[in-house]
Each structure stands twice: as C-alpha cells, then as structure tokens.
C-alpha cells in the first residue's frame, strides 16, 4: 500500500509538473503572440528581454522550488516572450523578473510554497485552463475576445479547479510564468497553446480554428523576429558589439522557440498528428526526459552482450576452480586424519605433474596384500581369526637364550605401523616352503600391543623341527616372512580381572610375556603373578627383563622353578611348579589363571592346581604343540590304522575319506583334497570350522568355537576326531 500510494505521488507530481510547464511554456508563447509582444522593446524592456531566460528560468526555477518539483530546466521555448511582454507592461517589475530573486521578494509567500509542497495533486494534466481564462478575462476582456473560451477547458481550467481559492489563482499566475501579482494584472498575456494541443481531439470546430490560427500567429511573429533579431545581429558585429550580439543571439534562440511552437500545433492539426503526442514529446525534450522504450535496445542472444557473457563465463569458471579446490582439500584432511588414527605415515601430498605432463605412479607392491609405498595403510582391526595376511619384514633376530631367537617383525617398508591391531596373548600363523609343501606354525607375539611399528616372535629351536629349524638357521635381518593373523583368545589385558596369576613353561612365556609388558606399560595397578619353570638358567627367556619389570612394578611378583639348575648360586624354587608352590600365591583359588606351555609340562601343572581345588575349567590355557603330522600330513596313517578307520562323507565336494584312530578331520580332508582352510592346527583359531552334517565327534580343544556354533553343531576340522562314519558340509 505505501508502494503504491508512493508511486501513485510521483505520478501525480509528474503530471503537475507537467501542466505547470506547459502553462509556463503557454504563457510565455502567449504573450508572443500577444499585441503587447509587438510594442518596440525600450532599453528597458530591451534589457529585460534580452535576459528571457533569466526571467523564465527564474519563474520556472522558483516554481520548481517551490512546488519541490523538478521544474528548474529549461524553461518553455515561449515563456521568455511572455516575459517579455510583461516586462514590457511593467517596467518597474521587470527588472525584479529579470533577476532571480527570493521567493518572498517575488510576492510568493514562503509559506504558500511549503504548502504547495504538500498539496494533493492527483489530477490528470489539465487540459482546459478556462478557470484561470475566465478569471483573466474578467480583468482583460480584450485578451479574453482574443482567447477562445474553450481552452479555459484544457489545462488552466483543470489546474484552476484543482487548486481551488486563493491557491489556484496563485498556481495559474505561476503555470503562465507569472511571479507575485504580475499576472495577476495583466492576464491577457495568457494564451496557452501546449496545453490546449493536450485536449486537442476534443476541441470544438471552433476551438480548432482558433488553435490554427495562433499557431500560424506564432510562426509569422517567430519568423518577422527572427529577421529583425538577425538584422541586429548583423550589426552588432560590424560594432564588435559581442554584448549586443549575445543579446541577439539570446533573443533569436526565443523567437526560434516561437516559431517552433507554433509549427508544432499547426502540424498536429493539418497532419492529424496526435496533439497530445506532440505536446508529451515536447515536455520531454524540456524536462531531458529519455523514452524507456528506447534508451536500452536490446541486443545479443537473450538481449545480453557479449561483454555479458564473458562475465558470466569468468564468474562461473572462477566458482568451479573454487569447488574444485574445496573437494581436494577435503580429501586431502580425510587422508591426513585416516593416516594418524592408523598410525602409518601420512602420505605425501600429490606432486606437481612434470613438464612431460605424466604424473609419477606410485611405486607397485611386490607384496600381495601389502601396500604400496606411499599408500595409507589401514590396520586390520583387532580379530580372533585374523583377516590380515601379508609379509612382514624381519628388522631384527635377538639371541634369547641358546636355543631360542626372538625375530622382531615390522611393516615391509620397515617404518610406520604394523598392518593389524592385536591383544596380548593372541598369536601369528608363519607359512613357510619346505619340500615342495607350504608348512604353517603358529607363534604367539611376546611383545606389547602398545609397540605399533613392530612384534616380536619369540621362538624355540625344536631338534628336527621344520620351521623353528627354518627360522633359526636360514632367515635373517631383512627377510620377508609370509604371515597371518592375528588369531586366539587367550589374552589378558587387564580388564577381564583386578589380578592375574600367570603359569607358563620354557617357551610358553612368550604370550604370557606380551601381557606383563602390556600391563606394565600401562601401569596396570592389579597384582599379576607369574610362575615360570625352565630346565636351567641358562634357559629363562627375559630373565633380565622380567627382574628389572618386577623392580620398577612393584605389583608385579615374579617366581622362577628350575628343573635342572646345578649351580649352587641359584637360591629360588627347584624342581616343577608344585601345589605347594602355588599356595603361596594369594588368592590363588579366587583369581583369574593363564597356563601356557609344552603339554607335558601343562598336564603337571593342571594337576598341582586340582590339588587346591581349583575349577580346572576356569582356567585359562593354550599349549604350544606341534601338528603331530607336517603335509601331507595323512601320509603317516598306517596300513593298520586304516583298517580300523571309520568313513568321512565331504557331501559338498562328493568326496569320501577313511578317518583312521586318531585322525582328525582336517587331516582326511587333506589326503583326498578336500580344501578346509587352517593356521594353528591346536583348536585356537577356528580357521577350520565346518558344519557336521551326521555323526559325532571329540575334540581335545575347542577354543576357537564360539557358544553358538557349539549349538548348531560346528566343529574344528583340525580337532575332529570319529569314532563312527560321520559326514560335514565340506
Ligand atoms: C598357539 C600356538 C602358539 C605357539 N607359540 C610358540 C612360540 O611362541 N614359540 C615357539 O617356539 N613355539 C610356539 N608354538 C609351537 C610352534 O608352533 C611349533 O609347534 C614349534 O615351533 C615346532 O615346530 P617345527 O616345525 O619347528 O617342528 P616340527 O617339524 O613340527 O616338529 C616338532 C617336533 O616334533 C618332532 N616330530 C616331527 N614329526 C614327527 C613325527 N612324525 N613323529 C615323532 N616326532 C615328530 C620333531 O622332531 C620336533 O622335535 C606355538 C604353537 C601354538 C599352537
Ligand atoms: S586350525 Fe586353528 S582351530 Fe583348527
């Protein structure tokens, strides 16, 4: 609504302004063709003439000072004349007329201006001026016999009933160039004729006739001016009179004026040319008014310019490079935070492409399964049946003990972390190539989880053993070895229980080893208990480090039991670990236990605890046994045994297999190429799970089965022993 009303405003001052200008402009060219106009300007009234435009602009420029409208341009082309013949007619105002004065000094009080300013003008331009007319003529009958009476209703006449009362006699005396009471004295001088060519169309035969005839009036009084004007100017220059010749140059611009004036009305009438057209066309070349429709032609494709397009085209390739950018740096922080929550070095950001344009390739992976170099690595999560297989590099071979090596393992790059996460406790599968045959053995990690660029295996040279043998004769600093895992559950790492007791034996330290360093690198406030049985000093795996453990954690009781100690400086426990032994650890019969070691030495142990009353069942064990056969490993079944076997259905792979005593599922699957994936051969793992099908079976372990897969009747093929002709989904 105040848009509206707004817009509504400036039309309505629009058209005011209008009607004034072409009163203004009227009463000027009026007063041209006025008798008045043919009185010989004096001095005075030559000087005073010579300065129309100081008289009209002034009267326009205090209307439009005035009325707040934008009135001070050009003033009409006619109006100078009337002023003129005004000036004439009153000298003694003329000069006030010719130089601009304030309005109060002009006879407009101030604050009729200010009220102007808020006056409602909201009629059409006028087109009859017959108010302002008649008035006139009640004071210049004779200019009224020269006016017709018709055009008091066009534009005064609107004007003059619009502004009604003391006001509108004001706007009309302002509408025809007037200042103060002038006009008001002398209203024959109005003779409008814009505003009668705006009602033109309506104008009566009569009305008409007139119209044509003070247009041809004006042209003949513009051209006998113009002439005379011309003849002055003449003279002045043979004077070098430049003050007279600008006078008459000044007066020839109005006489044109005139002459223009007057040929416009009389072309609209002989040419029937709109009347309202031409006198819109002349208000807008006073008021420098441009058309809308003309000012911006449309050009180009979709009227836009070619300059147009190629800002566009800037401002849309500049967007690209700044999404582009965008989506490279996020990748970028993605990769940097993927590598530091996995520890591998952070890969280097994308080199510039050479001058060849060729962007360098990574370097291949030799390894399958293992990264190439600069490739984030992931860690395999921590699992009980693996889901990491690759190489590792050996970085490092210790010399434990005489017989024992421990091979401290790392990424194949030999820096960053290890490809998989591990618990304390759990343990690596190594393949090895011996014979034409792949022979898998199953090594716990000794060292702590929290070491994440490396592990260490810790292992026994076994007299004829094929990997341990393999493992300390041949492979040294640098070697790849092909491993997996990591596999297991017999792990402790401190939040299963608030203590601890550890049981192991010889070389089965080495899971129990990775849990102490484990809780004490973390500072673990539980008590752990370790009782640990060699044959001899000599053979104690991390003696120094256990000792040096047990100083510095004071949480941490360490107990060694020699078997075959003969030096008289040993003072600790000889002999086996022995019931009596185990009693002294506190709370022995109320606490967690993890027992680890060859199964002669687990068998003794197992009966000591029984001995206390110890739930055999809550104890924690894992025994470091090798596969009793190496592959083929049913090559070994006798002649005998085989008589005695039992058959084994693979129903998916249509097979059958004689199952000797003894023998385990996985070992018959082996001798007719049932394939059934493997790692520790001991139970541990669950690698060889397989569903039975009919039948039943013993297991000497079963660690790597879950509770639900006992209860949907899955076994471990590399436990799996019959008694009776059994079948598996295998
Ligand atoms: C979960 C798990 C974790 C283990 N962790 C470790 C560890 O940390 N450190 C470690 O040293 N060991 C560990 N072991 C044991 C390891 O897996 C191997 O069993 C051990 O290294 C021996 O393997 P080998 O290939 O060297 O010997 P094998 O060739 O398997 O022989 C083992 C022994 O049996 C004898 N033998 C082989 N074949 C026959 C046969 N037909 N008849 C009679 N005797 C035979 C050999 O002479 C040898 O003394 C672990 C075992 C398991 C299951
Ligand atoms: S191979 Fe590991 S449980 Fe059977």
């Not at 209008?18 to 000087?47: E, I, N, V, Y």
């Not at 002034?58 to 006619?78: L, Y």
Request: overall charge negative; some cysteine; proline content about 7%.
């Amino acid at each position: 609504m105040l848009t509206e009303g707004f817009v509504g405003w400036k039309r309505v001052a629009a058209l005011a302004t209008l009607a004034m200008l072409l009163a203004h402009g009227a009463a000027g060219a009026q007063s041209a063709a006025d008798p008045h106009a043919a009185h010989p300007p004096d001095k005075t009234g030559g000087t005073t003439a010579a300065q129309p435009d100081a008289a009209g602009t002034s009267s326009a420029r205090d209307s439009g000072s005035m009325a707040g409208m934008p009135m001070g341009t050009t003033p009409p082309a006619g109006a100078p004349m009337g002023d003129d013949d005004h000036a004439a007619h009153h000298p003694d105002k003329a000069g006030s007329m010719a130089v601009p004065q304030p309005a109060p000094a002009d006879g407009m009080p101030a604050q009729s201006s200010s009220s102007m300013n808020g006056m409602p003008m909201s009629a059409t331009p006028p087109a009859d001026a017959s108010a302002g007319d008649d008035d006139h003529a009640a004071h210049h009958p004779d200019a009224t016999a020269s006016m017709p009476a018709s055009s008091g209703a066009s534009m005064a006449g609107s004007m003059g009933g619009m502004m009604a009362g003391s006001m509108g006699g004001m706007m009309d005396d302002m509408m025809r160039g007037c200042r103060g009471d002038e006009c008001g004295r002398d209203r024959r001088l109005n003779k409008l004729l814009y505003p009668q060519l705006m009602a033109l169309p309506d104008l009566p035969p009569e009305r008409r006739a007139s119209v044509e005839q003070l247009a041809h009036h004006r042209m003949h009084e513009g051209i006998q001016l113009l002439a005379s004007l011309s003849s002055e100017a003449s003279h002045a220059v043979q004077r070098n009179d430049y003050g007279g010749l600008q006078e008459a140059s000044d007066r020839m611009r109005v006489a044109w004026g005139e002459f223009d004036s007057g040929l416009s009305a009389y072309r609209a009438l002989a040419e029937g040319q709109a009347p309202r057209g031409i006198a819109l066309a002349w208000f807008r070349r006073e008021m420098n008014l441009t058309d809308p429709l003309t000012t911006a032609p449309a050009h180009g494709v979709f009227g836009l310019s070619g300059f147009h397009y190629f800002t566009m085209a800037l401002l849309l390739a500049f967007a690209l490079l700044a999404a582009w950018m965008y989506v490279a740096r996020t990748r970028r922080t993605n990769a940097v935070l993927a590598t530091l929550r996995t520890g591998a070095p952070v890969p280097p950001a994308p080199a510039a492409a050479p001058r060849s344009g060729v962007a360098p390739a990574p370097a291949a992976s030799v390894f399958p399964g293992v990264p190439a170099e600069g490739e984030p690595q992931a860690r395999a999560p921590v699992s009980t049946m693996g889901g990491w297989v690759g190489k590792l590099r050996v970085a490092r071979v210790f010399q434990e003990t005489p017989k024992v090596k421990t091979f401290r393992l790392a990424p194949v790059e030999g820096v960053g972390a290890l490809p998989f996460e591990f618990e304390p406790g759990q343990f690596l599968t190594l393949s090895v190539h011996s014979g034409g045959n792949q022979v898998k053995r199953s090594y716990s990690i000794a060292s702590s989880p929290c070491c994440h660029g490396w592990c260490d295996l810790t292992v026994k040279h076994e007299s004829g053993g094929i990997v341990s043998g393999y493992l300390h004769e041949q492979v040294k600093e640098g070697d790849l070895l092909d491993a997996s895992g990591p596999y297991g559950r017999f792990t402790f790492r401190g939040v299963e229980s608030d203590s601890v007791v550890f049981l192991g034996g010889g070389v089965g330290i080495t899971p129990l080893m990775s849990s102490i360093r484990y809780l004490t690198d973390q500072s673990w406030n539980g008590r752990i208990d370790l009782v640990y049985a060699c044959k001899d000093l000599e053979s104690v795996i991390f003696r120094d480090e256990l000792n040096q453990l047990a100083r510095r954690h004071p949480n941490l009781h360490v107990s060694i039991v020699l078997s075959d100690e003969s030096s008289a400086a040993w003072t600790g426990p000889r002999g086996f670990i022995t019931a009596e032994l185990l009693g002294q650890i506190p709370q022995i019969r109320s606490r967690r236990i993890h027992l680890c070691g060859p199964s002669v030495m687990m068998d003794a142990v197992r009966n000591e605890l029984g001995k206390l009353g110890i739930d055999l069942a809550s104890v924690h064990s894992e025994l470091f046994l090798s596969p009793s056969r190496t592959v083929p490993p049913g090559l070994e079944v006798s002649a005998g045994d085989t008589a005695t076997a039992v058959t084994c259905s693979f129903e998916r792979s249509g097979k059958k297999a004689p199952l000797a005593a003894g023998q385990t599922v996985l070992e018959a699957a082996e001798e007719v190429g049932v394939p059934i994936e493997y790692a520790c051969r001991q139970g541990y793992c669950g690698l060889c799970k397989i569903k039975l099908l009919s039948g039943e079976v013993t297991m000497d372990v079963d660690d790597g089965l879950t509770p639900l897969d006992r209860s949907s009747g899955v076994i471990l093929a590399c436990q799996a022993k019959a008694s009776a002709d059994i079948s598996v989904d295998a």
